[in-house]
């Protein structure tokens, strides 16, 4: 591993998603959007569901960018090493709009009928995952 790259691990539940040298992970955050490049000061945070960027090279331009669709999770960050522990996570090819529009109309449904603060946070955690798996896909519908 050069200076100037970071191991960046992907791990879900259902096994690893991602591990592979990088130059900068994006990860959305409790507090915003947070970029991580090398040398990075440590850090733990929460990952909140969105979208995961990914850039592999330091020249590689925005349209280059690698997106997942994360659920959340947590995330350790040291100077060259970035690992996330998310309950669930999607590759854009690995996403079916149509199911996840359902999905999203089903959450926004459920949302509208919750009868406690359980099940009102379980329809929003819903609706902010499939919003991100959305974006992920279109993201990649895009960069073709």
Wanted: cysteine-free.
């Amino acid at each position: 591993m050069s200076r100037r790259e970071l191991l960046f691990e992907l791990l879900t539940p259902e096994g690893s998603k991602f591990s592979e040298q990088v130059f900068e992970v994006m990860l959305p955050t409790t507090l915003g959007q947070v970029a991580i490049l090398p040398n990075h000061a440590p850090l733990v945070t929460i990952v909140t569901p969105g979208v995961i960027s990914i850039r592999r090279h330091e020249a590689d331009a925005d349209n280059r960018l690698e997106h997942l669709a994360a659920a959340g999770g947590v995330a350790e960050i040291s100077g060259h090493r970035v690992r996330v522990l998310a309950d669930s996570a999607e590759r854009a090819e690995d996403i079916n709009e149509l199911a996840v529009t359902a999905a999203l109309n089903k959450a926004r449904e459920l949302k509208e009928t919750a009868a406690s603060g359980v099940a009102l946070a379980d329809a929003l955690g819903a609706i902010e995952l499939n919003l991100a798996r959305l974006k992920v896909a279109r993201l990649r519908r895009r960069r073709r």
